[in-house]
């Protein structure tokens, strides 16, 4: 008797271990310009069911960087799900140069697709066509023989499509129409529950409670006073609170929801009603829902990392999250379910605001630097040799060099030399140069891993640290310094530890950890390094 149910027992725990092989849903949350010191900053005011229930019940990496400029949302989207550098998976920029078309290419462009949305034919024309490497969303469809269900969606149109992948059933982007569209790439028409989401337009309930804030002033004491000199306009409006949203979209479209919270709660409304709709984590093939939520970056943007409209909006993120936990504990169950989240990049600290305390830095206005360098150009080669400057990029006119006889080298040698001569300029370097790199140059090996021959310039420079190419007030990011690089990593849910890690460890790692805790191919271009705390046994 006793050896029978020994028997029993064990059957059963061999039973569930088969159907834990896989969380039932992947959830991968991404936050636009989230900085890791958001986290510890408005700690205090964070509830316990949000960005705290995932540090403290899971997995923290707290030293987590990129390891490539320039730090975009395409390039850091792209880098989170393949595991890889721009180098590798080709999304140089959220925009490149195109040499031959004599363009700018946008990162998810595709001229062969074609909108399901009437009204939003530019929005729509998207694919992840673009994108060179596989994503692990692209290795799990691999692995579960297309079954497992891939959805991506964001405000963004490259935070939606590039994370979902080339196989992906579908990405919803959110366009100034105030409807979630998508193109033919994914499918023939827009699944029903998104074309009623549209219908019910949901961002007006959120437009007509306007934008005050969440909290008593006093809780914002971890920021800068309302109405600062570092904080940019809002439609026009003076930068203080309340915000007139109703006023904001009579005057202008429902895109203005994208400058404000209300972003990322109708993002997480969408998202409910997809998990609902396309039973994502109902059976037990895994799906993966890959979220990016954009309003921290456009309201980053305007106001700044000091201003107390980012803190609002993450205090409200903060109440988001925790109602989506909530939701997945009821709808997929508490430990079927596998998040991660981070971010595609952080922030800078506005310069004039370091400025004025004594930390002399600039902002840079890119068509100064342009201009500069053609300048320079006609008065050394009498000639504007330049065909474009761009993301820090410098592509010459290879055909002019050549008709005009003048040697390539030499001409960069002597836009080098210019360049240095700038005092926001920290490095130069040539395309032989980043392709050959050097193990003793951190600087050049962050530009090489985010460096295409194909798609990049002849020649590439650094800014100083602290400098932006940006306007006066807000901020932006882009550089290969820690304001940039440093962002959340936490795993949470099935399988996941409590515990964190004060090591240094580069975004590029989630992708591979990801595929060997669902125990699938690693993204095709990854170097495959795993987070080896997470599979560690637990204590
Ligand atoms: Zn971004
Ligand atoms: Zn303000
Ligand atoms: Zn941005």
Known sequence: MKKLFGFIIISLVSITTQAQKRPKLVVGIVVDQMKMEYLYRFESDFSENGFKRLMKNGYTFHNAHYNYMPTYTAPGHASIYTGTTPSMHGIVGNDWFHRTLKK??????????????????????M?????????????????????????????????????????????FWYTKTGEFISSDYYGKKLPTWADDFNKEKNYIPYTEK?????????????????????????????????????????????????????????????????????ELGKDEITDFLALSFSSTD??????????????????????????FLNY??????KDNYLVFLTADHAGAENSTFLKDNKYKVDNINYKNVSADLKEFSKTTFSDDLILKYDNFNVFFDLDLIKSKGLDLTKVKQSF???LYTKEYVKRVYTEEEILAGSPNDELLEFVSNGYDPTQNGELYFVYKPGYLEYSAT?????????????VPV????????????????????????????????????????????LFTKKE
Request: with cysteine; aromatic share 10%.
């Open 104 to 125: 700018d290419m946008y990162c998810t462009d595709d001229a062969a697709v074609s909108t399901l949305v009437p009204g939003t034919e530019t929005e729509g024309k």
């Open 127 to 171: 694919s992840p066509r673009n994108l060179q490497s596989t994503t692990m969303t692209d290795e799990l469809k691999l692995s579960t023989n297309f079954k497992g269900k891939v959805i991506g969606m964001s405000i963004k149109d490259r935070g939606a499509i590039l994370p979902a992948g080339h196989f992906a059933d579908w990405a």
């Open 210 to 278: 306007g934008w005050s804030l969440l909290k008593p002033k006093e809780v914002y004491n971890e920021s800068l006073p309302d109405d600062n000199p570092y904080e940019g306009k809002l439609y026009k409006k003076t930068p203080f609170f309340p915000y007139n949203m109703k006023e904001m979209l009579d005057n202008n479209d429902p895109g203005v929801i994208r400058v404000s919270p209300y972003g990322n709660n109708l993002l997480a409304d969408f998202a409910k009603r997809a998990i609902e709709k396309e």
């Open 298 to 323: 456009y309201i980053g943007h305007t106001f700044g990392p000091r201003s107390i409209e980012i803190q609002d909006t993450y205090l409200r993120l903060d109440e988001t999250i925790a109602d």
């Open 328 to 333: 997945l504990d009821k709808t997929v169950g």
């Open 416 to 418: 080098k030399e210019y």
């Open 474 to 486: 807000g901020t932006t990011h882009g550089s290969p310094y820690t304001y940039d690089t440093h």
């Open 490 to 533: 936490i795993f949470y849910g099935w399988h996941i530890k409590k515990g964190e890690s004060h090591e240094k460890k580069y975004i590029t790692q989630i992708a591979p950890t990801v595929s060997q805790l669902l125990k699938i191919t690693m993204p095709n271009s990854t170097k495959c390094e795993v987070l080896t705390e």
